[in-house]
Structure formats: C-alpha cells, structure tokens
Nanobody, 125 residues
Framework: QVQLVESGGGLVQAGGSLRLSCAAS????????MGWFRQAPGKEREFVAA????????YYADSVKGRFTVSRDNAKNTVNLQMNSLKPEDTAVYYC??????????????????WGQGTQVTVSS
C-alpha cells in the first residue's frame, strides 16, 4: 500500500497562494489515481480535486474550480495542489489520498485506499 506524506500547509492572508505537495512511497505510484480532500473544524471531509494516473484527467469541486490546480510528477512520486486566490473558507486540514481505480466516484472519500496525515491550511481575512 502506498504511503503518503503531505507538506506545504501554513498561514496565509486572503487572496494569497499556497502549494501543497504529497510525497508517495513505493514504485507503483503511477498505478494510483490521486485525490485531495479537506476537513474544516466541525464539518465533514469534502472533496477538493482529483487526478488520474498519468495526469490526463483532472476534476475539481465547484468551490475551488478556477483557483486550485492539481498536478502530478510520476518520476518524483509527487502530487501537488496549487491554491491561488485563497479565501477564509478554504481553511481546513488538507489530505491527499490514493486509489487504484478510476471512475466517476472520484469525489467519494470511501473509494480511496490510502491517506496522508494531513496538513493545516489557515487563511486569514
């Protein structure tokens, strides 16, 4: 099973940018589709973005579309989430996740097999 470690979180003012990275262990990273989810205090975990094995397909939650960009580098076993024009409502713990399959349920957290420990993103107003 792939092991995932997120980094890049922090405190930023509204309108600013952050770039999250997720490093995966193992030599089978390319066989995993990847997702980003987030969980704000008192709220359920929600889908943010997903990317297919080779990066040819990407999907975003409506709330981040046009502001966030997901990408992956299979040579470096990493997946990134570039977050621009951040808003206070983006404040949450962000998690990367991996799954073997790729179909229309990419926004469902229960379909993912492995999870990172999360990284805190705080956006001040």
């Amino acid at each position: 099973q792939v092991q995932l470690v997120e980094s890049g979180g922090g405190l930023v003012q509204a309108g600013g940018s952050l770039r999250l990275s997720c490093a995966a262990s193992g030599r089978t990273f390319i066989s995993y589709a990847m997702g980003w989810f987030r969980q704000a205090p008192g709220k359920e975990r929600e889908f943010v973005a997903a990317i297919s094995w080779a990066g040819g397909n990407t999907y975003y939650a409506d709330s981040v579309k046009g502001r966030f960009t997901v990408s992956r580098d299979n040579a470096k076993n990493t997946v990134n989430l570039q977050m621009n024009s951040l808003k206070p409502e983006d404040t949450a713990v962000y998690y990367c996740a991996a799954r073997r399959t790729w179909n229309n349920d990419y926004d469902q957290d229960y379909t993912y097999d492995g999870w990172g420990q999360g990284t805190q993103v705080t956006v001040s107003s």
